[in-house]
């Protein structure tokens, strides 16, 4: 068995439910034949990192290092390894383990994160029970199935955030077939929105920006959409009557606006959640059904639609924003993403 470079592998950890964390260490597991390990160089937040640190979704364990927007260097490797060498720039996201036996039907197509033995890297359990961490730390371990290089045209402070944002909403682009001269919509320019925006305009999509802050008309327009809808103008939201193929719900937008959503969409158009309101939706299925509108909800993507995410933002020069904080500012940076300050990424610096 070959040896990793960290016997102990020191991280900022949640000690209990809260948005607070501090230094933490633990023993990684052995580094099996198959895996890589990463010393990390940065680590970008998201959402779900401070969910899972304040126990919003009531399955925390503490201690827990969370970070799922991981890029660094490969330091060591096992004898079994096929695709990296040590010095590779890589990035992990979401996942570090599924069960990719054929008799898996999410495994079968690529949709590892459906695998009921799916292991998410923050709060999830191998399953031989070993709890699992994250990348708000100096290293970590995975099974090499579970890491994409970073094509060399991104620069590596800039590709965390395309593990989990980029990745959560190109998928389901591809996945639903948004397509060249389709018009989609993009509510909430924020984290995911913002990325989003960049996507769909290299599909080949007609982008409009949907957001209720004017401020962001600008930017918007930078980013590549060929229209900017303020919602806090009558006039603009009317407009958008019967005219958009998709929407990408980027926001947590109340479950009280999605009757709202289904009055821009065209005939057989589709409405596509990715971010979660907390309440159950109330939508008049008349108006489902007399348009043909399908709603639906898609989470992250497989592994080999993130290497596709990889390729593609590399390709068409597709970039986060990012505000970049050093390590020992964890906390600030974490209340500075909580408090939707950031513009529009935080990724943190090892
Ligand atoms: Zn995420
Ligand atoms: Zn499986």
């Not at 890589?36 to 990192?49: L, T």
């Not at 590596?156 to 996945?175: Q, S």
Request: net charge neutral; hydrophobic share 35%.
């Amino acid at each position: 068995m070959a040896e990793g470079k960290f016997n102990e592998i020191h991280g900022w950890a949640a000690m209990e439910p809260g948005m607070k964390v501090e230094p933490w260490s633990y023993t990684p597991r052995p580094l099996g034949d198959r895996d890589i390990e990463i010393k990390i160089e940065y680590s970008g937040i998201c959402g779900s990192d401070i969910h899972i640190n304040k126990n919003d979704w009531g399955n925390s364990e503490y201690p827990q290092i969370s970070g799922h927007e991981i890029v660094g260097k490969v330091v060591a490797k096992g004898p079994r390894v096929k695709h990296f060498e040590l010095g590779d720039t890589v990035g992990v996201g979401g996942m570090c383990y599924a069960c990719r036996q054929d008799d898996c039907r999410p495994c079968k197509r690529g949709l590892e994160q459906h695998c009921p033995k799916c292991a998410y890297i923050i709060g999830g359990r191998y399953p031989d029970g070993v709890r699992t961490h994250g990348g708000f730390a100096e290293a970590v371990r995975v099974n090499e199935y579970y890491a994409s290089k970073i094509p060399a045209a991104i620069d590596p402070a800039y590709a965390p955030p395309l593990m989990c944002a980029g990745l959560t909403v190109f998928a389901p682009m591809v996945n639903k077939g948004v397509k060249r001269g389709d018009r989609v919509g993009i509510v909430g320019i924020g984290g995911l929105g913002h990325l989003a925006i960049q996507f769909a305009a290299a599909l080949g999509a007609e982008v409009v920006a949907i957001s209720h802050s004017p401020s962001k008309r600008e930017q918007c327009m930078e980013l590549g959409v060929t229209q900017f809808v303020d919602t806090s103008n009558r006039e603009e939201a009317e407009a958008l009557r019967k005219s958009l193929d998709f929407l990408f719900v980027c926001s947590t937008a109340g479950a009280e606006k999605y009757n709202e959503f289904i009055t821009w969409m065209a005939c057989e158009s589709q409405i596509v959640i990715l971010g979660l309101p907390s309440e159950p939706l109330k939508v008049y299925p008349g108006e489902l059904v007399f348009s043909g509108t399908s709603i639906s909800g898609s989470q992250i993507g497989g592994l080999s639609m993130t290497r596709k995410t990889l390729e593609f933002a590399a390709k068409h020069n597709i970039r986060p924003m990012i505000e970049r904080f050093p390590i020992a500012k964890i906390n600030e940076a974490m209340e500075h993403v909580e408090s939707g300050k950031v513009r529009y990424r935080a990724v943190l610096e090892l």
